[in-house]
């Protein structure tokens, strides 16, 4: 597909904004990385499961203004990539390759400014616009060390807005959360203060402010615990907790992007730990369930047509190079091992189910219990 069309269509469908993404990172026992993360939008994104084969051959678009003075950047896949497309453009919602990199577009809305076009040479490590990044990302690199390197060298490309036309500030503002294999992962922002590289200790990555911000927030909450508070005593008078979870009173509940960080990032570090690549998927499956939203939750105004959901949610297993996901219609998980493909080019499936589906029938199944039920004792 020509790149200056799926820049325009990707502006064209992208006119309403969506403000809920989240992102958590589990390991396992074993030191199986397994980052998951949920997709929200007004509408259907149309979403396909993308794979593209070693060698695959990318061309950048590059804006009018600069078209006669910078040349595009190339480059071929160094891996096996996997990845969320959007309305049929080669942009990358999310994604993972072959050599254990997973790279996230979070949405980044009050905050995302790109850098300024070159006017009269073409920048060292060449230009990318911020919708491309991601797909570069991933058939480029093999480790966040290397993505580190290689800003630290000075030969990361100039990214700027893929804009439908100039001064046009209508389009995706997106951050990047990088993750591998290893555990090492980073959040690259670009603000007005300029392109930052923060450390994701954590292992969780929302929406707007920018990272720092989500890191301070964590302050607010520590008194947060796992363990049920004591009664509290009143003189003569003792109150007992009327119920299981009076540690995580004060855990936000709301979906504005810090209260989910925090909910998020609480929940995965206090749920009981995985011992395998499969435990931790089905535990990072359990842990943004509690960040899912149903359509008609969240809307802008009365008068929005339009209510933000989740379309689909994707965990990734990055040291099998395994893909799971689910969408908004169809909760089976559907599993993608990249290492079994036998890629003679560019392959895809279509993510989500055009009606509520994925119920299993087991009226015929049941059966005679293997030993008849008794009755309680009572004293």
Known sequence: MNVLFTLNLVWLCLVIVTKACTEVRLEAKDGAIVVGRTLEFEIS?????????????????VPAE??????????????????????????AADGMNSAGLSVGSLLFPGFAEYETLPWYKRPKGGMISHLELPLWLLSTFATVQDVRDYIDCGRFPLVFQGNLKRNDRRNLPMH???????????VLEYTKNGRAVHDNPVGVVTNSPPYDFHMLNFRN?????????????????????????????????????????????????????????????????????????????????????????????VAKDLKNA??????????????????????????????????????????????????????????
């Open 66 to 91: 600069c078209r006669y003075k910078v040349a595009p950047m190339k480059w071929n896949n160094k891996h096996v990539v996997a990845y969320f497309n959007a309305w049929g453009c080669n942009v």
């Open 322 to 379: 395994t893909l799971y996901y689910h969408d908004y219609n169809d909760r089976t998980i559907r599993v993608l091992h990249l290492n079994n493909l036998d890629l003679k080019g560019v392959v895809g499936i279509k993510v989500e189910a055009p009606k509520v589906t994925g119920f299993v029938d087991i009226t015929e199944k049941m059966a005679p219990i293997p030993a008849q039920m008794k009755p309680p004792r009572c004293s």
């Open 221 to 313: 909450y520590v008194q947060l615990s796992n363990y049920n508070n004591p009664s509290l005593v009143l003189g003569d008078n003792t109150f007992n907790q009327t119920g299981q979870g009076s540690g995580l009173i004060g855990l936000p509940g709301d979906f504005t992007p810090p209260s989910r960080l925090i909910r998020v990032g609480v929940t995965k570090s206090f749920a009981t730990p995985a011992n395998t690549p499969k435990e931790a998927v089905n535990l990072v499956f359990h842990v943004l369930n509690g960040v899912d939203i149903p359509s008609g939750v969240l809307k802008e105004s009365p008068e929005s047509r339009y209510a933000d959901y989740t379309t689909w949610t």
């Open 176 to 186: 990047y959360s990088i993750q591998d294999k290893t555990g090492d992962a980073i």
């Open 45 to 61: 994104l149309d979403s396909y499961v993308v794979v593209e084969p070693v060698g695959q051959y990318h061309k950048a678009y």
